[in-house]
Every structure is written in C-alpha cells, then in structure tokens.
C-alpha cells in the first residue's frame, strides 16, 4: 500500500536577522526624523490621558500629572508622534497577517494549559510590564532600544535587566508554554 504524500503548509516568517536589521534601520530613521527614539508606552500614556480628560476633565485640571503632561505634550495628546507609531504598529502587523494568510481567532498556549489561563496570564504580564514601564521610564522599546542606540549606559542597564529578569523567572512559568 502505497504511503499518502502529504503536504504541510509551512508559515513562511521573516527571517530574524534581516528583521533585526531593519529594526535598527527603523529606530536609526527615527532618531533622524524625530530627535528621538522609538517607544510604546509613551503612546498609552497619551491615550489614558485624553481618555481620562474626557470622563473627569475636573479631575485633570486638579491633577499635577496631568497638568505637566498637557504642559509638555500641548492641549492634544492624542497628537503626539507616538499615537501615529502605535497605530502604524497595529495596522502594519493587520496588513502583514492578513497578506501572509495569519489572521485567525485563536489562542495559542501549550496542550498543558487552558486558552483561559493563558490569556490570564498575558493580562497579568501585561499589566505588570506596563506598571515596570512607567517605574523604568519607558518600555523595552523606549529605554532600552533607544537607549543602547545612543550608547546609553541606562540602556544596556534596561535591556540587561529585562532579559536577565525573563531568564530567572522562564523556569518557574515554563509550563505555561511548553
């Protein structure tokens, strides 16, 4: 009997050092451009705080923290540079899913956990990298990228920090993805 070819479909990616390099030349064009590097958390800042002018504007202008952030940042927050390079993130990532046939509805997780207490757990390290991220003045795109591209001592600190604090802890949380 004659064995059944069959065809797996392979998910073709982007090979990870060309990205890496064309992630150095987006964070290169930025400091150009901008006078500035990339960041994320920047962009959440700007958005909690339009959100929260618009439910309690008594609250924002009784507020130091908003009060310097509207003085720094202008009347609009939703106008900062960061905004357009989240939105830019989010679509560009649509686009190249839906172009290379990814876009699905579905939670990835090893067959030892449940989809529930994966997205748990992602609400829980995403919460608590956010919390980090305002402590460290920035995300790891913000502070430690940017950072190291500037030669910043602050930065190879971050990244050293970031990657040494994920090594330590992968043991203890390893069943959640393998």
Same mark, same amino acid.
């Given at each position: 009997?004659?064995?059944?070819e ?12 060309l990205?890496g ?7 290169l064009?930025a400091n ?15 958005a ?18 908003y009060?310097?952030?509207a ?7 939703? &106008?900062?540079? !960061?905004? +357009?390079?989240?939105? #830019?993130?989010?679509?560009? *990532? =649509?686009? %190249?899913?839906?172009?290379? $046939?990814?876009l699905?509805?579905k ?5 030892k956990?449940?989809? &529930?207490?994966? !997205?748990? +757990?992602?609400?829980? #390290?995403?919460?608590?990298? *956010? =919390?980090? %991220?305002?402590?460290?003045? $920035? ?27 994920a ?10 993805w393998?």
């Open positions: 009997m004659a064995k059944k069959q065809t797996v479909k392979k998910t073709k990616y982007l090979n990870p050092y990205g390099v064309l992630l150095g030349l987006v964070l064009a150009y451009v901008s006078g500035r590097g990339l960041g994320a958390s920047g962009a959440i800042k700007s909690v705080v339009a959100a929260v002018k618009t439910v309690a504007p008594a609250h924002t202008e009784k507020a130091v923290f009060q310097e952030y003085n720094s940042h202008g009347e609009n927050s939703m &106008k900062s540079w !960061l905004v +357009f390079e989240m939105l #830019g993130v989010v679509v560009g *990532g =649509f686009l %190249s899913g839906a172009l290379a $046939g990814r699905k509805v939670v990835e997780h090893s067959p956990i449940t989809s &529930k207490r994966r !997205l748990a +757990f992602a609400l829980m #390290g995403g919460i608590l990298f *956010g =919390f980090g %991220s305002q402590l460290g003045r $920035g995300c790891t795109s913000g502070s430690a990228l940017s950072g190291m591209a500037v030669i910043s001592l602050g930065g190879f600190i971050s990244m050293a920090a970031i990657f040494g604090t090594f330590a802890l992968a043991y203890f949380f390893r069943k959640n393998i």
